[in-house]
């Protein structure tokens, strides 16, 4: 099978190799797909720069979901299930032409889905549900912000927040971007072309604040955040865009901790203020059936008209490094599918 591969940490476009690796084994509980495509994440972005703890050692095959068919299944899997056509969550590896995964991970679309709004329901989808159903659930009245609006995660979030009747403020980095969150019901927009989020984020509140931030920046940001947010309400970080794209080894990346500042329990408790870290990761590592929960929540909620996640694109699979490196420079709006 043909599988990019990742040889080197540093620019998209000259990290990866396209190789001819073997499919991988098939084990018990598990089923395997012959991969339609794969989606981009901004955590691969991440890993390629070799900011991303987990990933696998070099040489390895990356990527987080995989739509495809199943051709084979592992033992204790019902056979029936081959030939269907799935969306399925990897723990790396889907940057392949077959992969094989834990069949809770798995679930069946329709034949005629478009591959990209499959694949912006698996990991960046199952991020969003995840933080708005399970780690702080969403309420009507709440006031809601969400930086990165625009991309996979984001959009989904404002989507989220404006069907449950939050009052949503999407943060972007241009007008082209706010023009598009606005259409999806983000009642107010921040342009961060245009200045400061955070003293545009006070001049809109005024005495007022924000129940949550859905945060994947963090860096600087976060202290902004956490000055936004009010009593009762939680800063939701869920990655690390600000350490991304800056050269400097160790010492950016204690800048970029630095920056975020150091937090005492005890003035939490005393602000009534959460900080909430999400890894999916970690979580479907220790809580596979709730993993498994999101995928499904979001496919259904997906199903019934609630959701519909923009696709920046679906690109043969042969340009992944130059859409990689689009996404990492946020060139990118909504989900990015490559096709084999």
């Known amino acids: 099978m043909k599988a990019w591969t990742l040889i080197k940490n540093g620019d998209p476009l000259h990290a990866f190799a396209l190789r001819e690796l073997e499919a991988p084994a098939l084990k018990p509980g598990n089923v395997r797909i012959a991969c339609e495509g794969f989606g981009l994440n901004y955590a691969d972005a991440m890993a390629v720069a070799g900011l991303y703890r987990e990933a696998p050692p070099l040489p390895s095959v990356i990527g987080y979901e995989v739509v495809g068919r199943i051709d084979a299944c592992g033992e204790g899997v019902a056979t029936e299930l081959k030939g269907k056509r799935v969306l399925s969550l990897t723990r790396f590896g889907g940057y392949a032409q077959q992969v094989v995964v834990d069949l809770r991970g798995v679930i069946p679309i329709p034949d005629d889905m478009p591959i990209g709004e499959a694949l912006a329901l698996g990991t960046q989808g199952s991020t969003a549900w995840y933080m708005a159903t399970y780690a702080f659930p969403l309420m009507k009245g709440q006031r809601v912000l969400v930086h990165s609006a625009a991309g996979g995660v984001g959009q989904l979030l404002v989507q989220i927040a404006v069907q449950r009747g939050c009052e949503v403020c999407a943060v972007v980095g ?18 961060r072309s245009l200045g400061d989020y955070a003293i545009q984020a006070r001049k809109l509140l005024g005495k007022s604040r924000f129940d949550v931030s859905f945060n994947p920046v963090a860096g600087a940001t976060f202290k902004k955040d956490m000055a936004l947010v009010g009593s009762g309400g939680a800063v939701v970080l869920f990655g690390g865009a600000a350490r991304s794209g800056k050269s400097g080894g160790i010492f950016a990346t204690l800048k970029f901790v630095w920056d975020m500042g150091m937090l005492l329990p005890i003035g939490l408790m005393m602000r009534s203020k959460s900080v909430i870290g999400i890894n999916m990761l970690k979580l479907g590592d220790h809580r596979p059936d709730l993993m498994s929960r999101c995928l499904h929540e979001i496919v259904q909620a997906y199903g019934q008209g609630v959701l519909r996640p923009h696709v920046h694109g679906a690109v043969r699979a042969e340009e992944l490094p130059r859409m990689l490196s689009e996404l990492a420079a946020g060139r990118t709006m909504g989900k990015v599918a490559m096709v084999w």
Do not use: C, F, P, Y
């Not at 241009?174 to 342009?191: C, E, F, L, P, Y």
């Open 174 to 191: 241009n007008k082209t971007k706010a023009d598009h969150v606005r259409s999806m019901g983000a009642q107010h927009v921040i342009d």
